[in-house]
């Protein structure tokens, strides 16, 4: 798991400029809040808007990008408002809390940008819960936020805009899913009010103090999720994150907190880890968030054992709140969002395969390496899904099995379709009449996995080693992602009990 966060490849130092950025965005704004004279309260304020913008802003351009984090604080500063007038009406305050987090949910319909916003509006409301904030605190609060919000974007857009020299990412929208409850994002904002009310409400049993970080963890376990697998997975590692972060915490934030220069080393080493694990290791990404939050409730003064624990036992009660309303409030089950993606996987599979012939015949609009791009993304929310399925801790072994093979099968998919994507790229490559027929094959094979009638498999399968003894590179790639396709038919139409796509 350690070699997993911190070993995984990293094409381009991407997670290594972004981590190392978020620490120089973050460190330069809570400095300016410093150099303002501001409060502790007002720099962690600060610092965590910076945190949020850099963190998670993901349009797919820098204009877009800039444009999402404009808008932060017209949805942050009044949240923020509300919640400290709130402050001394438990009732209001708490029913509040949960609109705040169904409509942060339901943003996400929104795309990336709606998705930045309702994460910035629900933790406005969090903080102020954190910070125990009234309203005569909002004017140096507001100052804060502004402040550190330009001081993160002149690092973002100016001294270090790394994506400006990178092709724009491939946006990829989750399965919109019909209307009202027949939506994937309504049916998540009920299932996060409720599961949040939960925890809420169990929460404020175990602490009248620090009953918000129940919520914080039924939100956050469903944050980046759409699956009841997915979300149950996610809740675990939380957890688990959670549970590590504390034990370090014993041995570094307890002892420690009180030298204020270690403990600023100790904050800036858990922004690096936070941003550098995130895109490969949730539970690590949980270990250092959790470091960083004993490390604050250091500075504020308030950090001692039984403070850790009860960070542990709330998140436990907030990732149970999470995972029983996915159970059983509008369950959006694996099986089905599975489905979409695999299947979408497959048509862009053969999209493709389509592309890199265009080219290879002369078409100058034809772009491959884009469709190519768009598979990766596309994958990558593939392996998301299917990780509920793949988890050692999964009982099914069989389905892990098929789940599994799958993933390496599509895998192979994709390695045939990059390989065809450079051939078709090279100047000397010239058309054949057969590159048409093994791409009218393929397009067969993926109308043969997805289409609800189900072609004739053989007839799939008999082409397959129609031209074997081809020695060109395109057909090579073309018949090894016959092969793959093929293959796919098993594990995707196993059983009817239970397939991963319906048979």
């Known amino acids: 798991?350690?070699?997993?966060?911190?070993?995984?490849?990293?094409?381009?130092?991407?997670?290594?400029?972004?981590?190392?950025?978020?620490?120089?965005?973050?460190?330069?704004?809570?400095?300016?809040?410093?150099?303002?004279?501001?409060?502790?309260?007002?720099?962690?304020?600060?610092?965590?808007?910076?945190?949020?913008?850099?963190?998670?802003v993901t349009d797919p351009t820098v204009r877009g990008q800039a444009v999402?984090?404009?808008?932060?604080?017209?949805?942050?500063?009044?949240?923020?408002?509300?919640?400290?007038?709130?402050?001394?009406?438990?009732?209001?305050?708490?029913?509040?809390?949960?609109?705040?987090?169904?409509?942060?949910?339901?943003?996400?319909?929104?795309?990336?940008?709606?998705h930045s916003l309702g994460v910035f509006g629900f933790m406005a409301y969090f903080s102020a819960q954190f910070l125990h904030t009234v309203p005569g605190r909002l004017p140096e609060l507001y100052v804060a936020v502004l402040l550190s919000?330009?001081?993160?974007?002149?690092?973002?857009?100016?001294?270090?805009?790394?994506?400006?020299?990178?092709?724009?990412?491939?946006?990829?929208?989750?399965?919109?899913?019909?209307?009202?409850?027949?939506?994937?994002?309504?049916?998540?904002?009920?299932?996060?009010?409720?599961?949040?009310?939960?925890?809420?409400?169990?929460?404020?049993?175990?602490?009248?103090?620090?009953?918000?970080?129940?919520?914080?963890?039924?939100?956050?376990?469903?944050?980046?999720?759409?699956?009841?697998?997915?979300t149950v997975v996610r809740g675990f590692r939380r957890f688990l994150g959670t549970v590590l972060g504390i034990g370090l915490g014993f041995a570094v934030a307890v002892p420690l907190h009180h030298e204020p220069v270690v403990a600023a080393v100790v904050v800036a080493l858990s922004v690096f880890g936070i941003?550098?694990?995130?895109?490969?290791?949730?539970?690590?990404?949980?270990?250092?968030?959790?470091?960083?939050?004993?490390?604050?409730?250091?500075?504020?003064?308030?950090?001692?054992?039984?403070?850790?624990?009860?960070?542990?036992?709330?998140?436990?009660?907030?990732?149970?709140?999470?995972?029983?309303?996915?159970?059983?409030?509008?369950?959006?089950t694996t099986h089905s969002v599975t489905e979409v993606w695999v299947e979408r996987a497959l048509r862009c599979v053969h999209t493709c395969t389509a592309e890199a012939a265009a080219r290879l015949a002369g078409s100058e609009d034809a772009d491959p390496p884009r469709r190519v791009a768009e598979l990766e993304a596309i994958l990558g929310r593939v392996r998301l899904s299917l990780a509920p399925l793949v988890h050692p801790l999964n009982p099914m072994r069989a389905r892990r099995r098929r789940a599994r093979h799958v993933l390496a099968l599509l895998d192979d998919c994709a390695r045939e379709v990059r390989g065809l994507a450079s051939v078709a790229a090279d100047p000397e490559a010239s058309h054949d009449a057969r590159l048409a027929a093994a791409c009218w094959r393929v397009e067969t094979a993926v109308e043969a996995l997805t289409a609800p009638e189900r072609p004739a498999r053989a007839t799939v399968a008999g082409g397959v080693f129609a031209h074997a003894a081809a020695t060109e590179p395109a057909l090579a790639h073309l018949h090894g992602l016959e092969r793959a396709l093929a293959e796919l038919a098993a594990p995707l139409h196993a059983t009817p009990r239970a397939p991963l796509l319906p048979a």
């Open 68 to 114: 999402t984090t404009a808008l932060l604080p017209v949805v942050g500063l009044p949240v923020l408002t509300l919640a400290a007038v709130l402050h001394d009406v438990p009732v209001a305050r708490d029913l509040a809390f949960l609109a705040v987090v169904g409509a942060g949910v339901y943003a996400r319909r929104w795309g990336p940008r709606g």
């Open 275 to 332: 941003f550098y694990s995130a895109a490969v290791s949730y539970t690590w990404m949980m270990l250092a968030v959790t470091v960083m939050a004993s490390m604050l409730y250091g500075l504020l003064g308030v950090l001692d054992a039984d403070l850790l624990m009860l960070r542990v036992t709330e998140t436990g009660v907030g990732a149970l709140g999470a995972v029983l309303a996915v159970l059983f409030v509008l369950p959006v």
């Open 1 to 56: 798991m350690l070699k997993r966060a911190f070993v995984a490849h990293d094409p381009g130092r991407i997670r290594l400029r972004f981590a190392s950025r978020a620490v120089l965005g973050i460190g330069l704004a809570v400095a300016l809040c410093g150099a303002a004279g501001h409060s502790l309260a007002a720099a962690i304020t600060g610092g965590l808007a910076a945190l949020l913008a850099l963190f998670t």
């Open 149 to 230: 919000l330009v001081a993160s974007s002149v690092v973002r857009f100016g001294a270090w805009c790394y994506e400006r020299r990178l092709a724009a990412p491939v946006a990829v929208a989750p399965p919109a899913g019909g209307t009202g409850l027949a939506r994937i994002t309504t049916r998540q904002a009920v299932q996060a009010t409720l599961g949040s009310g939960f925890a809420l409400a169990a929460g404020q049993v175990l602490s009248d103090q620090r009953w918000y970080w129940a919520v914080g963890a039924t939100w956050w376990v469903f944050v980046a999720t759409t699956s009841r697998g997915e």
